[in-house]
């Protein structure tokens, strides 16, 4: 019987790979709550599950991680890939979670824009991810990277102009407060996503 | 005169220990001001000297760490232990603080309700770091890292359903900021309780 | 031709050497416009190009040090220290910008004294960072050390009474909103020269 390594670190890959297509469906799912503007009990429950299958992959590598000896790169890379990954969906799943216990049920165009960025996002981010793979070939997963970072930008000046807005306009505190906090939370995945890229392209420098 | 590593070692486990023992008596503390609803002068003056006790010895672990070549676990696992253990009296105190800060000195059902939780989890946090010192016997640490989840997710659902009642019933948008920040600090404390759990897992895994 | 090492150690504190000079430029800058109380697009504007050169550097920093064998101290340290001033950089720019966007455009004394500790805060820590270079003379390290710590209690001590007042004199939820959350982000920043005096001193520890 042969001895192999590349099988075991192969694995890693096919797990960050299935960690991504968790976020693109936890991202597609976002964006229809806030298309159709129903953060309701049924809606949640189901990103609940998408939550709760990220937290077990989640796990499975960081377990693979603590009992494997050869890594395809660095083990605090990956460690820190698992946990900002698995942070992204959880702060997916807790805007969600705050639209429903605030109520707000309305589709709010500002809202849409952020579910519509995040989804870009995450989708960049798995290419990114699945790029790990041969990580040689830089500029596809640098394309990615930068898209991210574009991203988050875009993210950034959506969030200032829409809390500003809010502030200018405000009539209800009550209102304002809920709207700022879901945006704010918003944003924040977009900045996670940022995050992602950082390791991801610090990966890239120390394996050049 | 023989050479004996063991002591160095299980110095660790005793300052763990006091660090436990610290945040129960913090954690303790905390529920009675709660009970009482006296977040006043003399009682967050206590917890700043808890507080202050704690800062010691995390700043004892630290510097032992600097200086030790041997540790019955990884480096970085026993520096974020004592930073997270660090961080929850912290926010306990920070939590108590905000309360007299906002004047909230009404026995509120629910801030008992958190305390209790806060109470129980870091009594199962305590046992859990007992364990380490034979961490090869799993079951008991494991049994107590479970809890402490468990704590945590029941804390997650007080927190949504009392910060949603809090805004259904919303009249006043200033008591509503307190509350809701004060039940969100709360809520971070179980976060807390749960990141240390987690690190403690990781040790179980890495040295089974 | 000959081979030195110690050319590449000391480019390491050339470049914290810049980012600390960018820090103290952003904190005077940030403390110039509380003081005329002109948080205004050519101000912010101004502080953007401030954090676009932190940025670089800090990218700078991080890529050396992912193509570096040796270093002066430990890597994770480094990494640590680069992030963490980048970090300052950035939460000044944050707080400036929420200035300007919730429309804060009037003198408050308040925020004036946050922006002097902030700006001493910040030349206590170029002070620190520059002596990293002559590691083993601990004493001016050490007291400027002592010196940021003194200026962050000062800064949590500030935050408390400011805030307090706030909201005992508040009849208007919107503008408690707004000045909450700029004063917690300027307290913030002391916190972030604290986080980075740790960092120092567990180097100073470490290399003692």
Redesign the interface.
Known sequence: MGFSLIPKEVQFFDLFDKQAEIITIAAAHFREMAEKGQFDDANIEKMSDIEHSCDLITHDI??KL??CFITPFDREDIYALAHELDDLVDMIYSVA?RMR???LNTVNKDMVQFALLIEQSSCALAKALSGLRHSKHHKPILVSCIEINRLENEGDHLR?TV??SL??N?TD??A???W?ETFEGAETCLDICEDVANIIE?IL??NS
Do not use: L, Q
């Open positions: 960081i377990d603590n009992r979670k216990m605030y109520k200032d809390i500003g502030f200018d405000s505190p009550i304002t407060i809920k700022k610090s420098v120390k």
